[in-house]
C-alpha cells in the first residue's frame, strides 16, 4: 500500500470523527441534551466495558467455554461478585487477578 494512500486515510477518519463530534456540539450546544437520551448515555461506559470483557473471559485463554476449566470464567465470577458486594474497583481488580493467577496455578 502507498503511502500517500495511509495518509489519505488517516486524514478521511480523522476529519469524519472531528464532524462527528463537531455534530453532537452543534445539536445540543445550545439546547441542551433531552432527559431521555441522558439517561440512555449513562449506560454505555457499562455497556461498551462489557462488550470488551466478556468475549475475553469466555473465549479468552487456551481453554475458551463455559465451564469449570475455564479460569478466566471462574476468576470473572469471583470479580464480578466483589464488585457487585463492594463497588469498590481495586477490590475487584486485586480479586479477579488473583484469583486468575491462583486458579491457573491451581488448574
Same mark, same amino acid.
Given at each position: 500500500?502507498?503511502?500517500?494512500?495511509?495518509?489519505?486515510?488517516?486524514?478521511?477518519?480523522?476529519?469524519?470523527?472531528?464532524?462527528?463530534?463537531?455534530?453532537?456540539?452543534?445539536?445540543?450546544?445550545?439546547?441542551?441534551?433531552?432527559?431521555?437520551?441522558?439517561?440512555?448515555?449513562?449506560?454505555?461506559?457499562?455497556?461498551?466495558?462489557?462488550?470488551?470483557?466478556?468475549?475475553?473471559?469466555?473465549?479468552? !485463554?487456551?481453554?475458551?467455554?463455559?465451564?469449570?476449566?475455564?479460569?478466566?470464567?471462574?476468576?470473572?465470577?469471583?470479580?464480578?461478585?466483589?464488585?457487585?458486594?463492594?463497588?469498590?474497583?481495586?477490590?475487584?481488580?486485586?480479586?479477579?487477578? !488473583?484469583?486468575?493467577?491462583?486458579?491457573?496455578?491451581?488448574?
Amino acid at each position: 500500500m502507498d503511502s500517500w494512500l495511509i495518509w489519505l486515510l488517516i486524514l478521511v477518519i480523522g476529519a469524519g470523527t472531528y464532524l462527528m463530534r463537531l455534530s453532537g456540539i452543534q445539536l445540543f450546544g445550545e439546547h441542551g441534551m433531552p432527559p431521555q437520551l441522558k439517561l440512555a448515555l449513562r449506560f454505555v461506559p457499562s455497556a461498551v466495558i462489557a462488550a470488551i470483557v466478556v468475549p475475553a473471559i469466555v473465549y479468552g !485463554g487456551p481453554e475458551p467455554g463455559l465451564h469449570l476449566e475455564n479460569a478466566r470464567l471462574l476468576a470473572g465470577i469471583a470479580a464480578a461478585v466483589v464488585a457487585w458486594t463492594t463497588r469498590s474497583v481495586l477490590a475487584t481488580l486485586g480479586t479477579g487477578m !488473583g484469583s486468575l493467577w491462583l486458579l491457573q496455578w491451581w488448574l
